[in-house]
């Protein structure tokens, strides 16, 4: 994937594979994005990864051929991050799995938009892929509606499949996009 470049101001957005450099800016936007304790399974107290843990999985993300890492940045600063993560079994390596965040202060401004058409665009010449999925909260309405129009449809449903600390149980959505 060339390195993508969006206009979205008066600061241009990048998007381009993550280096190994950009593990504690990432770890950090991953813990910001966990404080809000409502788009991820994991609670923020269950989170315990390092920066080293984080390099890591940029590094694996980015020797695996059915696999990567991008990163969006405007200016110095990481906006949003997408991975995707192919099967490491044979009859899974086909299925990419996505997994997304952007800084709550971006949200609105393009950027979920550009991780998106950037990790497609990267999905569509990659030799091994042919199908990417994701899982999202069923009652999280905006990034339902980018999913749906960057070509995801819904598979599946699971509902209760997630038990809040109020006892509250939330369904979530597999998506699945042909690429």
């Given amino acids: 994937m060339e390195r993508a470049r969006i206009d979205t101001g008066p600061v241009p957005l990048q998007v381009e594979h ?102 497609i665009a990267w999905s569509e010449t990659n030799p091994i892929l042919s199908k990417l999925g994701l899982y999202v909260f069923e009652d999280n309405e905006r990034a339902i509606q980018l999913y749906r129009s960057c070509g995801f449809e819904v598979e599946g449903r699971r509902d209760g499949e997630y038990r809040e600390p109020d006892g509250t149980l939330r369904a979530d959505l597999l998506m699945y996009r042909w690429v």
Avoid at 32 to 39: C, H, M, R, Y
Avoid at 71 to 80: K, L, Y
């Fill in 18 to 119: 993550a280096q190994s450099r950009d593990a504690h800016a990432i770890l950090q936007l991953y813990k910001q994005v966990l404080t809000e304790d409502q788009w991820f399974i994991t609670h923020r107290e269950e989170f315990v990864g390092t920066v080293g843990w984080q390099r890591r999985i940029i590094v694996e993300l980015t020797r695996r051929e059915n696999a990567c890492c991008l990163v969006a940045r405007q200016g110095d600063s990481i906006a949003g991050v997408v991975t995707v993560q192919g099967g490491r079994l044979g009859r899974m390596q086909h299925v990419g799995k996505i997994e997304t965040f952007v800084d709550r202060h971006h949200r609105g401004l393009g950027v979920g938009r550009a991780l998106m058409t950037s990790v």
